[in-house]
């Protein structure tokens, strides 16, 4: 069955010449490409693209099927508009908050989505230190959303976003580097990479450690989440880190630890949702 998605990536391949500029415009890998638009040519019952060395072509078929599918997209684009229109999605600010590991790591790329899907509805951010500070000041009213840890006893909807995954950070030279996963209680004797009281990362790494049978001990505490990657990376200790806030061309080590350590995300409001915050729940969930 062929999709919109299909079509898009179809249309962005030719416009770029490139499966690799294509890729990169729509944010996707290109083996994930290469994989849609093959399944989009057995739909189409043979091969739509000549691959050349450098660049790409349509073969006949291809040739029919474009206009076809430029005219799908633009028909679907109409429909959006149409939608957002009546729904009030047109334009408007939606307020959403959340913890900062979330802001730092898996908020950018939905964003991103969101601002290439809704680019009238501006997003405001606020950002708190505790998932405990989130749910008090989403049951406030402080935002319209909430997204962060999974609250407990929260009255109003919750939408599961599934898990946050955390890996342990370790100098590209440590002893721990030339494997990929650590055993926790292999590091019960260094001094962590820890995070400043009040931080809620901080519970996370004392109840991992607890659970591998010991309390870490603190080398140096940050406030900053982003910061605790960079300073185990210059070698003043392991650091317990929310895998989405390591930054790309990193220069220090990533472990799984063993066992793994995540923590169950959710999206929260006060009532159900409205029209707007129901959109960016659902792109949310897309992630």
Do not use: K
Not at 247 to 273: D, I, K, N, Q, S
Request: aromatic share 4%; glycine share 8%; hydrophobic share 45%.
């Amino acid at each position: 069955m062929t999709s919109l998605r299909q079509l898009e990536y179809l249309v962005t391949v030719v416009d770029q010449r490139s499966f690799t500029r294509a890729a990169e415009l729509l944010h996707v890998t290109q083996p994930a490409l290469s994989h849609q638009i093959r399944a989009l040519e057995r739909a189409a019952g043979g091969a739509l693209l000549e691959r050349l060395p450098r660049s790409v072509r349509l073969t006949p078929m291809g040739r029919a099927m474009l206009p076809h599918a430029r005219a799908a997209l633009a028909e679907a684009a109409r429909a959006r508009s149409a939608a957002r229109r009546a729904s009030g999605l047109e334009r408007g600010e939606l307020e959403v908050a959340t913890v900062f590991s979330i802001s730092l790591g898996l908020l950018p790329p939905v964003l991103r989505a969101w601002r290439r899907a809704y680019p009238d509805v501006h997003i405001r951010l606020f950002e708190h230190r505790h998932a405990d500070e989130l749910r008090e000041a989403t049951a406030g009213g402080q935002a319209d959303l909430a997204v962060g840890p999974l609250p407990e006893g929260w009255a109003g909807p919750v939408r599961a976003l599934g898990a946050e995954e955390f890996v342990v950070v370790v100098p590209a030279d440590d002893p721990a580097a030339d494997g990929t996963e650590v055993d926790l209680a292999t590091l019960a004797g260094r001094r962590w990479v820890h995070y400043a009281p009040g931080n809620g990362l901080a519970d996370v790494v004392d109840r991992a450690c607890a659970a591998a049978g010991f309390q870490p001990h603190a080398g140096v505490r940050t406030e900053q989440t982003a910061a605790a990657p960079v300073l185990a990376a210059a070698g003043l200790g392991p650091a317990l880190v929310p895998a989405t806030v390591v930054p790309p061309h990193f220069e220090g080590h990533v472990l799984r630890p063993r066992p793994a350590v995540t923590r169950p995300l959710a999206a929260y409001t006060r009532h159900e949702p409205d029209p707007l915050t129901a959109a960016f729940v659902e792109v949310l969930a897309l992630r």
